[in-house]
């Protein structure tokens, strides 16, 4: 079966400090990946989505970049956080060909202090 | 993507069915209904899809009404578990972007 991991699961992070967020997914392979932010209160905010391996798309531009080096692994970076990149940040796959469903992660709750 | 609009919130006693209305006047014929669900602090879950006819699965059904201007999700019979923010999104088959709203946040009173 399908699992998709994320770590950390919560993170306290100084304004001004590089962010690394990993996701990995595990039983399937070359698996739609999608990063979401999710705002105290507030619904989900897609902000990337990769369809293979090199492969980046960016729906809102900010302060995040994306990349994903390996088939099952999504990486969201940062190199200098802003108060405003708090939130609840999602992982989400689906399978390669066009799906109905996305699975998503467990979460990493971000809080820039 | 086409918008949704959806009640900011509903109750429902334990056992009851809940009835979750959802607008989309805009949606266009390529346009698949999703359902998704949050419960608190984890990541959303799938519930349901449709495009014209009604759909049923071990979750919930989906009833779509025949001009698909509108949709309803359907607990049959509400658990304390069911208690959650439903979405309710519009998307394309091919690509699968979901854009979220705001959702409509579910209270199952025991």
């Known amino acids: 079966s399908q699992t998709i991991h994320q770590w950390p699961a919560t993170l306290v992070q100084p304004v001004g400090s590089p962010l690394s967020l990993e996701c990995t997914v595990e039983?399937?392979?070359?698996?739609?990946l999608y990063w979401y932010r999710q705002a105290a209160g507030r619904g989900l905010q897609l902000l990337f989505y990769?369809?293979?391996?090199?492969?980046i798309s960016s729906e809102v531009p900010q302060n995040l970049s994306a990349s994903r080096p390996q088939d099952r692994q999504f990486i969201l970076s940062s190199k200098k956080l802003l108060l405003s990149d708090s939130g609840f940040y999602l992982c989400?796959?689906?399978?390669?060909?066009?799906?109905?469903?996305?699975?998503f992660g467990p979460g990493t709750r971000l809080t820039v202090t | 993507d086409a918008k949704t609009t959806q009640p900011n919130s509903m109750e429902s006693n334990e056992e009851e069915p809940v009835h979750l209305p959802c607008n989309h006047s805009?949606?266009?014929?390529?346009?698949?209904i999703h359902w998704y669900r949050q419960l608190p602090s984890q990541g959303p879950e799938y519930v349901i899809h449709?495009?014209?006819s009604n759909v049923n699965n071990r979750m919930a059904s989906l009833a779509i009404a025949e001009d698909r201007k509108s949709s309803t999700l359907i607990l049959h019979r509400a658990t304390l578990r069911d208690a959650a923010v439903y979405y309710c999104?519009?998307?394309?088959?091919?690509?699968?972007?979901?854009?979220f709203g705001g959702g409509t946040r579910v209270l199952v009173k025991p």
């Open positions: 999104i519009l998307s394309m088959a091919a690509g699968n972007k979901l854009t």
């Open positions: 039983g399937t392979s070359n698996p739609n």
């Open positions: 990769s369809v293979g391996i090199g492969q």
């Open positions: 449709g495009l014209t």
């Open positions: 989400a796959w689906s399978p390669g060909q066009a799906s109905y469903e996305q699975y």
């Open positions: 805009t949606i266009s014929g390529t346009d698949y």
